[in-house]
């Protein structure tokens, strides 16, 4: 594939090693998506789930071609819309665009196919998403986010001393990892074109907690919400769902995860920053921490993590990345 054909326009790249390319031929195009690194996972996993979500009458990116040794595959251009386009618009009607997101949401968790085979005729088993990665993931705040806010001779007793309440919180989860898990369902990855919302960006889907991307959807670090919309959104998912769900435990699950995924988010910002030298993310890094005091505010499960997040990391630090 030549990149520096004229047809081949460089789009926007994410927060992955991945590079994207639209390609256009007179009136037909395509997205060329190039990755050298985790290429396994970037390219053949993520057309793997695309191809499971194509056949659950889910709508997802077609493979058109793929080259594996040259680091690429081709898939359906969904255009350039994506739901966070049309909600963060002035008069956008937001509790109806949810709705029908629910739908989907629900749709791919309907899913209980755990092998599928992918572009080279080779099985795709679909991982657990264990507790222990749970824990790495929370993990990249301290990791990654704790140096910025703290001095080094803080850093190591309070890194243990959050460590300890991070596992204690992983403990405290309750529902079964059964259930199929998008792991970055919001609403940047979902498009929309010919009045029709396709999921992107499944690569690392799992199978894991009901609530997790129904957490990942409402405290959604990119768009901000009231809480009343919050809550509208939740009450309708628990409505249009079907399944018999304990709600008990289902918030228990819903809110400790949605603070989970925030510590790991604002830890993933943090680490694009340094690393990677994509610093558009750090101004996202107040709203997720806005995100989990909503959560943790009115709920003793988080007594501890509240109290250590309020004596290390006062509003001053928060806000200042």
Known sequence: MNFNNKKIISIKEDASFRKFYRKKIKKKSSIIVYAQKEKIKNLLNYD????????????????????????????????????FDILKKKGANKFKIYKKILIILIKLQNIKVKKIKNFKKKFYKIPDYSKKLIFYEANLFLEWYLPHALNKKKRCKIKNEL?????????????????????????????????????ID???????NIAYDLASLIDDVRLKTSNNIKELIYQNYLYLNKKKINEKKFQND??????????KVIGIFTRLADRDRKKRYLKLIPYAWKLIEHRINNNDVFKDLRKKLEDYFPKKIRIKR
Not at 52 to 57: D, G, R, S, T
Not at 173 to 181: H, M, W
Not at 254 to 263: A, C, D, G, H
């Open 48 to 83: 793997s789930i695309n191809k499971l979500l194509l056949k659950k009458k889910i709508s997802a990116p077609k493979l058109l071609s793929a080259n594996f040794d040259k680091n690429y595959i081709e898939i359906e251009d969904l255009g350039t819309k994506t739901l």
């Open 202 to 208: 499944s690569q690392d889907a799992v199978y894991g």
């Open 163 to 199: 460590k300890k309440i991070i596992s204690s919180l992983i403990k405290k989860i309750q529902l079964p990892n059964n259930t199929f898990v998008h792991r970055d369902f919001h609403v940047s990855n979902l498009m929309f074109k010919n009045n029709k919302i396709s999921v």
């Open 254 to 263: 819903f809110e400790i995860l949605s603070v989970l995924r925030n510590l």
